[in-house]
């Protein structure tokens, strides 16, 4: 058994010497060509790429999928466009109805306070009226005069002309068809320069009372 090993082992040291290491005048080993291989796949990638777009399945398949895309995103433009549009617009339109109620309730509180102002006066500027009935009329009268003589005449008050602001007879004459109405005189309002003369002459008005003149009211 041990001379057995001994051969063994030169045999292996023999065959490990017969590899000789390469030596300056050998010739290279010739290796492939990396640029010519990528070239041809290149190529061959290309050439598959353009056959099958210009394929007519591929333009359909293409056009089929690119047309609904391109649909969806210009729709999803043109409406986040069309409502921005109209919020804005809604915005200002929002804003002018918001402005013209504001304007619309300032007028109404202005013109309620007018009117309430224009009560107020009209009731002061009654406190100096009365209204005068039963003095008969006729063509060319003045009010002033006839409300005159019957306060210095008739109720024993000193008035003047100058206590007057105006006076006139109310309502239209009656028609001549209307007999009834057409004897009756007009009423006259006259409206006195101060409430004290109003006061006198409407707290003699009693004095009329048992007389001619017990027709005239006031």
């Given amino acids: 058994m041990p001379p057995k ?20 005048n050998d010739e290279p080993t010739p290796q492939p060509n990396t640029d010519l291989i990528h070239v041809d796949i290149i190529d061959s990638i290309r050439h598959e790429l353009n056959a099958a777009i210009n394929s007519d399945d591929f333009c359909t398949n293409l056009i089929c999928k690119l047309v609904p895309a391109i649909a969806e995103a210009v729709k999803e433009k ?8 109209f919020q804005l617009e809604l915005s200002k339109k929002q804003k002018q109805l918001d402005d013209a109620r504001e304007e619309i309730c300032q007028l109404k509180r202005d013109f309620t306070a007018v009117q ?12 100096n009226c009365l209204r005068i009935q039963g003095i008969p009329e006729s063509p060319g009268e003045s009010t002033d005069e006839l409300v005159i003589n019957l306060a210095t005449e008739k109720l024993n008050v000193t008035l ?59």
Avoid: F, W
């Fill in 78 to 85: 043109v409406c986040k466009e069309i409502h921005d549009t």
């Fill in 5 to 24: 090993k001994a051969t063994n082992a030169a045999k292996s040291t023999s065959t490990r010497r017969q590899v000789r290491e390469p030596q300056p």
């Fill in 160 to 218: 003047t002309p100058g206590e007057i602001d105006r006076s006139h007879r109310i309502s239209p004459r009656p028609r001549a068809n209307n007999i009834a109405n057409a004897t009756r005189p007009r009423s006259i309002i006259v409206k006195l320069t101060s409430y004290n003369t109003r006061d006198r002459i409407y707290r003699a008005r009693t004095s009329l009372k048992g007389t001619e003149y017990t027709s005239m009211r006031i």
């Fill in 116 to 127: 309430d102002s224009a009560d107020r006066q009209e009731q002061y500027s009654r406190r």
